[in-house]
Structure formats: C-alpha cells, structure tokens
C-alpha cells in the first residue's frame, strides 16, 4: 500500500500532474522536476528559505552563484541531507553537494559546481492482480557549473549551466527517462552603511533560474516546463558588538512558467483542452514573459503567485548562529506556510548546520522536515597540517 501511495503521489502528482484541471480557487502551478526548487541548506531553510541575498557561503550555488566571487577563503565544499515528506514516507530525500574555488591572484572570480539527487525511494511494481513484479527507484537529478566575478567593487555576476534527468521508469505505466538542459543568470551587490553609529553591510541580489528546454517523462509526446524562477532579496547585517552580527533578510521569488489554465462556466470540454494544448505548446522562453500576466483572475492572482521569505541569524564570532525565519505561499498556489529554526557551529574548518521547519498551515506534508548541512573550508584545512 506505501509502495503504491508512493507512486502515484510522488511520480504523478509531483512531476507529472500538469494534467490536472483545478479548480478555480485552487490553482497552483505545476512543472516538472520540482525537485530543484527544494532548499539544499541547513543555513538557509532555518532563514525561512531566504537566500539570494545572504552574506556568501559554500552553498551559494543554489541561492545565487554571484556571492562566490566575495566569498574570503580560496576554496570549500558542502555536503547535506533532507529527508522529505516524512509524514506521508519515509525513504525519500534529497543529497546535495556543493563546492567553488577562486581563480588568479585578484581573487575577484571563481569557479563553481553542485549536484543533486532526489531519490523517491523503491517502489514495488505489481500486476493487475495485485502481484509483485519488481522494484524500481525514480529519481530526480541535476548537475551544474557556474562562473561568477566582480564587474565592480559592489557588484559581481554569475552565470550557471545545469544538467537535469529525471527516471520514473518502471515507476507507472508510460514513464521513462527525461533530459532537459537549464541555465542561470545571478547578480550580487555588496556596500557598507551606517545605521545609527555602526557600519553595516547591506546586500542585495537576484536569481534567474532554470531558464531552460522543456522535460518529457513519457518518452516525448508530451513535454512538461521544468521551474524556471525568479528571486529577488536583500539583507542586512548589523553589528551587534565587536564579536556578533546580526543580519535581516527578505526575498519574494515567482515561477517564470505560465499559469495553467482553468475551464470557464460557459467553456466546453473541447474548447477547454484546445486550450490546454495551446498551454502545453508553449516555448519556455515565451512562457517566461506570458508569466507576469497569464493568471485567469488576472492581476489579483498574478500577485498570489509571489512568494516570499523573512529571516534572521546572530553570529557569534563566526562560531555559533543561530537562526530563525517564515516561508509564505498563498493558500490558492499551493499553501506552503512553515517557520523554520536552525543553528549552526563551525570548528576551525568545519561547520555543521541543522534547521527544522515547523508547518503553519495545516495538513502540510513538509511539517517536522530536518535539514543537515557540512561545510568545509580548504584554507582552513590547510592550515591544520602546517
């Protein structure tokens, strides 16, 4: 019965379910592998997912590639693990590691790399009767590379090329193994204000992300728009004393993928899948333009569909954080409302960070999900061997 649960609920519903028609007060918008918008981090989900804005750290890659190139230590990797909908299974979660290394002498650009895997766990195959017949394990993966470098003093861009597969094979009936191709566009600015009579760093930062081909998991009748989005943040961090920060953040984020879109009273069944075809023809790129004004309840919805994130973090002389945050989407997009909690202790050239989210809305599946996250910082490393 899990096994079955698992199939159709987390092949179907979360990267095939374009098929779906909603109704009219609950209209969310569904793409492909949506594995790639879950928060890889600890430092981030205890932030309320806030993160395209926050002072550089080894997970920049997914938040905003441009922070690399303010990064101070030469090099570093991470590794983290989220165990994911624990509610509902308890054998699907997501890997994530990252790392970057900073080019020439200037130390004004660097080099960039991630990978993830979201396994949804075996899943037992049967036959009509009910009989076992195999076990298969869909998976969800991407690989990317990212550039980024300082244009000035305050201001650094970024460029990502990502690798995306995705193998329900097996799974249910008419899936296979889909391939898509994306690419990212970052900017990252940094500057020093004075707020009262301390000097604080202000920063802001955008992510253009996933802008890229479409993705079939049926063998290529149909092809899905993967989760091509936009985030927008800024953050602020203030010195608490001469050891302490502490820091502020914001972002709002919003899927560049057309709104799919609804029968009408007086529509037929005909008209509305004519419809729907012109929707599932549409060319990524134009989706990304269609997006800011493609919502049946126009302008109202249009809004609905931002999402956005609060944050904040102390930081107790780069040795101990702790953090806290709030993560908002409309109830008609899909109701994801959760406070996240987290803390973070770094060790010469380690760091350990855990968040936890806690759901505010209820019958949210993502209630109670743990996050754990590792850092390690080469310099760092090196120096403990001379």
Known sequence: ?????????????????????????????????????????????????????????????????????????????????????????????????????????????????????????????????????????????????????????????????????????GSSEGTSAGNAFAADIAGYNESYINVGKSESL???????????????????????????????????????????????????NKYLVPTPPVQKDEETTDEFFNRLTEYRDINPISGIFKSFGDAPGGFSEELKEIMWSVGAEYDYDSKFRIRTGYFHENKMKGNRQYIGFGAGFKLTAFQLDVAYMLATAQQNPLDQTLRFSLAFDIDAMKNLFK
């Open 1 to 169: 019965m899990k096994s079955l649960l698992k199939s159709i609920l987390l092949v179907s519903i979360f990267a095939l379910s374009v098929n779906t028609v909603f109704a009219q007060d609950l209209n969310p918008i569904v793409t492909a592998v949506p594995s790639l918008v879950i928060t890889p981090d600890a430092r981030s989900g205890g932030m309320g997912d806030a993160g395209v804005a926050t002072a550089p750290d080894i997970y920049s890659q997914h938040w905003n590639p441009a922070k690399y190139a303010f990064i101070q230590s030469k090099a570093g990797f991470g590794l983290s693990y989220t165990p994911w909908l624990r509610k509902i299974v308890n054998d699907v979660a997501l890997v994530y590691g990252v790392g970057y290394y900073k080019l020439g002498n200037e130390n004004n650009q660097a080099l960039s790399a991630s990978i993830r895997y979201f396994s949804i766990g075996d899943v037992n195959v049967t036959d009509q009767y009910g009989q076992f017949l195999k076990s298969v394990s869909p998976y969800e993966m991407a690989f990317d590379i990212g550039y980024s470098r300082k244009l000035t003093e305050t201001f650094s861009g970024a460029v990502t090329v990502r690798y995306i597969r995705t193998d329900y094979t």
């Open 202 to 252: 202000l920063s802001f930062g955008f992510n253009i992300s996933n802008i890229g081909t479409k993705i079939s998991t049926d063998g290529g009748p149909r092809n899905d728009f993967i989760p091509t989005n936009l985030r927008i943040g800024a953050s602020l961090m203030y010195p608490v004393n001469e050891v302490s920060t502490l820091s502020f953040s914001a972002d709002i």
